[in-house]
């Protein structure tokens, strides 16, 4: 085998593997998510708008997958970051938070 098949042969088992483990997740629950990740969605919503810090300009989106919530977003500083992931963790049925949220320019 040429080094430039060798190296398409490889790209190609690590895409294949990679979309076969997000497969797993998808075959476990569906598409449309786990019982009980949109009522985790939604009590992380709700707890996260009763903070003033996190309202707008701040933008802090949640998804759950799998009891596992997801945070985007963009904030101005580190607490306010650190706010939302605590106030995540602490909503009933959520597993494990993924913080994503990024600053924003003025928050660096």
Do not use: F, W
């Amino acid at each position: 085998m040429t080094r430039l098949k060798q190296h398409s042969a490889l790209a190609l088992v690590v895409i294949l593997t990679g979309t076969v483990c997000a497969c797993a997740v998808y075959r476990k629950c569906g598409i449309p998510g786990c019982p009980g990740d949109a009522t985790i969605t939604a009590g992380v919503q709700a707890q996260i708008e009763q903070y003033p810090a996190l309202e707008a300009p701040n933008s802090v989106r949640v998804q759950t997958l799998d009891h596992v919530v997801y945070l985007s977003g963009q904030v101005d500083t580190d607490l306010e970051r650190s706010i939302a992931e605590s106030v995540a963790v602490q909503v009933a049925g959520v597993t494990r938070v993924v913080n994503s949220i990024s600053l924003s320019y003025g928050g660096r």
